[in-house]
């Protein structure tokens, strides 16, 4: 199930999108990094656990502005065509 349950500004979406793209740029890049690189891969080890903290700071900086309907077993999601936010959870 979907839910429409707010909006955010154009700054707010681009700052979100920015880290959503960084986060699967550097998630297709473990996929391929071995760890007989280790420079590389520690290094894209503490990456993806600063851009996962970002990317989660984001969500609860936004909810707690906002106000955004939360459930248990649901979490947001943002579409970057119309700045909405859903709550996508299982009836």
Same mark, same amino acid.
């Given at each position: 199930? +979907?839910? *429409?349950?707010? %909006?955010?500004?154009? =700054?707010?979406?681009?700052?979100?999108?920015?880290?959503?793209?960084?986060?699967?740029?550097? !998630?297709?890049? %473990?996929?391929?990094?071995?760890?007989?690189?280790?420079? *590389?891969? =520690?290094?894209?080890? +503490?990456? *993806?656990?600063?851009?996962?903290?970002?990317?989660?700071?984001?969500? $609860?900086r936004?909810? $707690?502005?906002?106000?955004?309907?939360?459930? =248990?077993?649901?979490?947001?999601e943002? !579409?970057?065509?119309?700045?909405?936010?859903? *709550?996508?959870?299982?009836?």
């Amino acid at each position: 199930m +979907k839910k *429409l349950i707010g %909006a955010v500004t154009e =700054e707010e979406k681009l700052e979100i999108q920015v880290l959503f793209e960084r986060r699967n740029g550097l !998630n297709e890049l %473990a996929r391929i990094v071995t760890g007989s690189n280790e420079m *590389l891969y =520690e290094k894209l080890v +503490k990456d *993806l656990g600063e851009t996962g903290r970002k990317f989660q700071d984001w969500w $609860d900086r936004m909810s $707690d502005q906002y106000q955004w309907e939360q459930c =248990e077993k649901g979490n947001w999601e943002i !579409n970057f065509s119309t700045n909405e936010i859903y *709550l996508v959870y299982e009836e």
